[in-house]
C-alpha cells in the first residue's frame, strides 16, 4: 500500500486521512494567523526597522498562501519553499515546521528526513542574521530537537495508519476466506448429498423401470406374478419418494441425515433386488480375512463405496444392457476389498461409460486411494474396483 498519498488508502482510511487533514490545516491556519497578528503587532510598536516589517509580513502573507498546497501533490517542494522562506524571517516558522510534520506524516521517510534537514538549517541561517533572544547554541539545540520530534511523530501517525489500514485489510480477507470456506462446504456437502442421491435413488428408479417394463411386455402374465410386480413398483416408489423427502429436509437445513450407510453385508440384498426384476444374477461373494488373521470390519468409507461399485454396475447393466447376465466378484482381502461387475451385453459407446455415475465412482474410488476401471470386454463389459483397507 503506497503511504505517500492519502487518497491510496481504502475507504475506510481514506476518510480517517481526509478528517485527519482537515484537522492539521485547522491548526496551521490558526498558527499562519497568529504569525501574521504577532508580525503586525511588532510593526505597530515599531520594534524593527521598516525594511524588516515589511519582510515579515510578506513572508507570513506568503506562507498562508502557501499552506494549500501542502495537500497537493506538490507538497514537497511547498515544504522545500516554505524552509526557504524561514530563512528570510520567523514569519514563516509555523507554516515550516507544520510543512515538516505534514511531509513525516504522509511521504516516505527519506523524503521526510531530507526536508526535516532542509528546515532546520533554514532556521539555523534565519539565527545567524536575525539573532534570538538567547545564546546561538541553544537555538541550534532547539532547532534540532524541534525538527527530530516533528519528524518523529510524523512517522509514528504514519506507522499507525498504515497498521490500521493492514488490520482492517486482514480482517477483510479474513471475512472472505471465512466465507469461501462456508461456500465451499456448501458445496461439498451438496455434491456428497448429490452423489449419495444418485446412486440410492437412480437404482431404485431403475428397479422400477424395469419392473413397469416387465409388466408391459407381459400383461398376460399369471394374477399373481402381476400382484408381486405391482408391490414391487408399490414398495420401489415408496422408498424413492421417501429419498426425495429426506434430500429436500436436508437441502432445507434440516437436522435429520442420510440414510445409515450401506456394508458389505447389504451386497446380497442388492442383488436379491435385481434378481426380483427378472435380471440374471450370480454373486461371488468371499472372505479371506480370516486365513490372514484379520477379524475386524471395512471402515464405512470402504464398505460404502464397495456396495456404491456394485450398484452402480447393476444399474448400468440393467441401462444399457437388459436382458444381459451380470455376475457379481465381491472379494475381501487382509489388504483391500476387490468387485467386479462384469456382464455379457452388447458393447455399448463410450460415452455410455464416462455418465456422472462413473465419474463420482470413481472419485469415491480414488479419494480412498483405490483404482477403479471401467471398459469394454471380449464378452461384454467389466467394472473393477480395487479398494485398500488403509
Not at 520530534?149 to 493492514?166: E, F, I, K, M
Not at 408381486?228 to 423427502?245: M, N, P, Q, S, Y
Not at 452388447?346 to 474410488?365: F, S
Amino acid at each position: 500500500m503506497t503511504t505517500g498519498d492519502p487518497r491510496n488508502f481504502p475507504p475506510d482510511d481514506a476518510e480517517h486521512a481526509r478528517s485527519s487533514r482537515r484537522s492539521v490545516a485547522l491548526a496551521m491556519v490558526l498558527l499562519g494567523v497568529l504569525t501574521l497578528t504577532t508580525v503586525l503587532s511588532r510593526q505597530a510598536s515599531g520594534g524593527d526597522a521598516l525594511p524588516l516589517r515589511l519582510l515579515d509580513l510578506t513572508v507570513a502573507v506568503t506562507s498562508l498562501a502557501l499552506l494549500p498546497l501542502m495537500w497537493a501533490r506538490r507538497s514537497v517542494p511547498a515544504a522545500l519553499v516554505l524552509a526557504a522562506l524561514s530563512v528570510l524571517s520567523p514569519g514563516a516558522t509555523p507554516a515550516a515546521t507544520s510543512g515538516v510534520l505534514q511531509i513525516a506524516r504522509w511521504s516516505p521517510l527519506r523524503t521526510a528526513v531530507l526536508v526535516a534537514a532542509a528546515s532546520a538549517a533554514a532556521h539555523a541561517v534565519q539565527g545567524l542574521w536575525r539573532p534570538p533572544a538567547f545564546p546561538y547554541g541553544w537555538w541550534l539545540l532547539c532547532d534540532a530537537a524541534v525538527h527530530a520530534a516533528l519528524l518523529g511523530w510524523g512517522a509514528y501517525l504514519q506507522a499507525r495508519a498504515q497498521l490500521l489500514a493492514d488490520l482492517r485489510a486482514r480482517a477483510h480477507r479474513a471475512e472472505a476466506d471465512r466465507e469461501q470456506a462456508l461456500e465451499a462446504a456448501r458445496s461439498g456437502e451438496r455434491n456428497r448429498i448429490a452423489a449419495e442421491m444418485h446412486d440410492a435413488l437412480g437404482h431404485r428408479l431403475s428397479l422400477l423401470a424395469a419392473t413397469a417394463g416387465a409388466v408391459e411386455y407381459r400383461p398376460d402374465a399369471p394374477p399373481d406374478q402381476l400382484a408381486a410386480a405391482a408391490g414391487r413398483v408399490r414398495t420401489g416408489a415408496a422408498e424413492a419418494l421417501e429419498d426425495l423427502r429426506r434430500l429436500v429436509r436436508l437441502l432445507r437445513g434440516g437436522v435429520e441425515q442420510l440414510a445409515p450407510p450401506p456394508t458389505l453385508h447389504d451386497i446380497p440384498g442388492l442383488v436379491d433386488a435385481a434378481r426380483s426384476v427378472g435380471a440374471t444374477v450370480v454373486l461371488d461373494q468371499t472372505d479371506d480375512r480370516s486365513a490372514a488373521g484379520r477379524g475386524d470390519e471395512p471402515s464405512p468409507p470402504v464398505a460404502t463405496a464397495a456396495y456404491r461399485v456394485v450398484q452402480e454396475g447393476l444399474t448400468n447393466a440393467r441401462r444399457h444392457a437388459p436382458g444381459a447376465a451380470v455376475r457379481v466378484t465381491v472379494a475381501t482381502r487382509a489388504d483391500a476389498v476387490r468387485v467386479v461387475v462384469a456382464d455379457d451385453g452388447p458393447a455399448r459407446a463410450a460415452a455410455g461409460e464416462a455418465g456422472t455415475g462413473l465419474v463420482g465412482l470413481r472419485e469415491r474410488v480414488e479419494l480412498l486411494d483405490g483404482t477403479l476401471d471401467a471398459g469394454r470386454s471380449p464378452a461384454g463389459f467389466v467394472l473393477e474396483a480395487r479398494i485398500p483397507w488403509a
